[in-house]
């Protein structure tokens, strides 16, 4: 039976593939599974592109600076070396973008940089405590979100992560409650021009599950609600990676891409195990072409943190990342 709480428009999938209700990755939770709207997803718009041949194209390609964040450039650094390397766009950490802002740097000003680099800022990473039970707590974590969107926005991005910080180490999160806090979060967002994906972090306590994640998008009952995934993530929290067959193009925007070795075990695995896309066992093929079939648009965005990848300069680590993902796309496409 479907709980009452769930409409009928939750049941209707947007990718187009109708009324289903069937279960999420295997694991305790077992919920029927939905995207947003038919009529917020299909194609996103041309102009987050900027080129006529890019928005035609299943997939987007975005350096998150984080994959090169051991060589401690300046944020404007980065952004050329984004440019430089080919990207599409590039995925800055808030930190930077604060950084940039206390040395005396306008924002504006960095905004006109990376257009004028072509570029996009496509997401943009941060780790205010939104889902947290402390409702001051939780205030804070949203008026943190509120600076970190404006400086977003102010820089030309259209979205933020909104990762489970502050709710790691303790099982529990009650996730209608968690979708509640989300929605707020989301109408915050609306004032503010920039869209919060709830992020999966796989060794998290909680929201470590494409269907945790989905669960509170879902219940949030906002139409603009949506996920980050990560395949190293979805690996770590032990998600069955056929679930994204079940995403729409609004369900998932940008998904971090990476990929992983046999060993260490899934168990022992941790973030600085990633592994350029092709390079390990993840099943990159099938993911890429069900989020293909889907009805694609998708913003691949490079992030991993391996330390043995840093003895190169940053541009060459920046092209590598952009030449591992369109091999893996080229593969996808055989």
Not at 36 to 65: H, I, Q, V
Not at 67 to 91: N, Q
Not at 137 to 150: Q, S
Not at 235 to 254: E, H, R, T, W
Request: hydrophobic content about 40%.
């Amino acid at each position: 039976m479907i709980p009452d709480s769930f409409s009928r428009r939750q049941l209707l999938f947007a990718a187009g593939a109708g009324a289903i209700a069937v279960s999420m990755d295997s694991g305790n939770l077992s919920t029927p599974a939905a995207a947003a709207e038919a009529g917020a997803a299909g194609t996103r718009e041309a102009g987050a592109t900027g080129t006529k041949d890019a928005a035609a194209a299943p997939f987007r390609y975005c350096l998150n600076t984080g994959t090169i964040r051991g060589y401690k450039l300046a944020l404007a650094d980065e952004v050329d070396a984004a440019a430089k390397a080919g990207y599409h766009g590039i995925e800055p950490w808030i930190s930077s973008i604060h950084n940039h802002a206390k040395s005396g740097g306008a924002l504006k000003d960095l905004a006109k940089r990376i257009s004028d680099a072509g570029l996009t800022v496509e997401s943009a990473i941060g780790f205010g405590k939104w889902a947290v039970d402390d409702d001051a707590e939780r205030a804070k974590g949203l008026e943190e979100f509120k600076r970190d969107m404006d400086a977003v926005a102010q820089i030309g991005g259209k979205r933020i992560a909104a990762p489970p910080s502050g709710v790691n180490s303790k099982e529990g999160l009650d996730l209608i409650k968690a979708a509640a806090r989300y929605r707020a979060l989301l109408e915050l967002g609306d004032t503010m021009g920039v869209t919060p994906q709830v992020e999966i972090w796989g060794a998290s306590k909680n929201l470590n599950r494409l269907s945790s994640a989905m669960v509170v998008a879902l219940e949030s009952g906002h139409p603009k609600a949506c996920i980050l995934p990560d395949v190293f993530h979805l690996y770590k929290g032990g998600s069955d990676f056929n679930g994204i067959k079940l995403l729409s193009p609004q369900a998932v925007q940008v998904l971090h891409m990476n990929d992983y070795p046999a060993n260490p075990p899934r168990e022992k695995a941790n973030d600085g195990d990633r592994i350029w896309p092709g390079d390990g066992i993840a099943p990159l093929t099938q993911i890429l072409r069900d989020l293909r079939a889907n009805g694609g648009g998708t913003v691949l965005s490079i992030e991993l943190f391996n330390q043995s990848y840093w003895k190169q300069d940053a541009l060459t680590t920046a092209k590598t990342g952009l030449e591992k993902m369109k091999a893996a796309v080229q593969k996808a496409n055989g």
